[in-house]
């Protein structure tokens, strides 16, 4: 069975930091290519950043270039998003994707921030 386990949102002020992490099983995690994915409210769900298979970052929004950071350990079928410098504007909730022929998806987490 198929999992992607998001975790690690919560509230944080503005200026904070906060580190997601995908905990993925059920399916060769190293063969995929792993994505952040966030979708604030009345907002359609946008692209946030992409590593491939190799460990190959790239396609970071515009809105997060030089704030976060996305990494994956293959030894630990995770994938992680580093976020810092949040602001309020990056609320929302962040979803996981697993792509190769098909596209798994995580349930999401939460990212608030707020003073």
Known sequence: QVQLVESGGGLVQPGGSLR??????????????????????????ELVAVISSAGITGNYADSVKGRFTI????????VYLQMNSLKPEDTAVYYCKASRRIDYWGQGTQVTVSS
């Open 20 to 45: 997601l992490s995908c905990a993925a099983s059920g399916f060769t995690f190293s063969g995929y290519s792993m994505s952040w994915y966030r979708q604030a409210p009345g907002k359609e769900r």
């Open 71 to 78: 990494s994956r350990d293959n030894t630990k079928n995770t």
